[in-house]
């Protein structure tokens, strides 16, 4: 989630909808509980959001983003392990892409 808010934050937008499969990270990022180990992470977050007009964090179950899901397995699959941005539809994605537009 850092990744993407400091990525997005590069791009100059202002409103942005965060989604997560994980109702805990959600949670933790917009709560206020404080866990030790992950909180510098989450401050760190906290003081990135202020590069944004409107920001808001978002569950949502792994199958309404289907797009979303498979870009983290195949970025996950990478020897690198580097997160990827993409500017164009990559092939292995347009069916996911072609089922999300439709539901």
Same mark, same amino acid.
């Given at each position: 989630?850092?990744?993407?808010?400091?990525?997005?934050?590069?791009?100059?937008? *202002?409103? =942005?909808?965060?989604?997560?499969?994980?109702? @805990?990270?959600?949670?933790? !990022?917009?709560? /206020?509980?404080?866990?030790?180990?992950?909180?510098?992470?989450?401050?760190?977050?906290?003081?990135?959001?202020?590069?944004?007009?409107?920001? *808001?964090? =978002?569950?949502?179950?792994?199958?309404?983003? @289907?797009?979303?899901?498979? !870009?983290?397995? /195949?970025?996950?699959?990478?020897?690198?392990?580097?997160?990827?941005?993409?500017?164009?539809?990559?092939?292995?994605?347009?069916?996911?892409?072609?089922?999300?537009?439709?539901?």
């Amino acid at each position: 989630m850092r990744w993407a808010v400091v990525n997005l934050s590069c791009f100059n937008y *202002k409103k =942005v909808i965060f989604e997560s499969d994980s109702q @805990e990270l959600i949670s933790l !990022i917009v709560g /206020e509980e404080i866990r030790p180990k992950i909180d510098p992470i989450r401050q760190d977050i906290k003081q990135l959001l202020q590069h944004f007009e409107e920001v *808001k964090f =978002v569950y949502s179950q792994r199958g309404g983003n @289907e797009v979303a899901d498979r !870009i983290a397995k /195949e970025s996950l699959s990478f020897m690198n392990y580097d997160p990827k941005l993409y500017s164009i539809v990559p092939s292995w994605l347009k069916s996911h892409v072609e089922r999300d537009r439709c539901i």
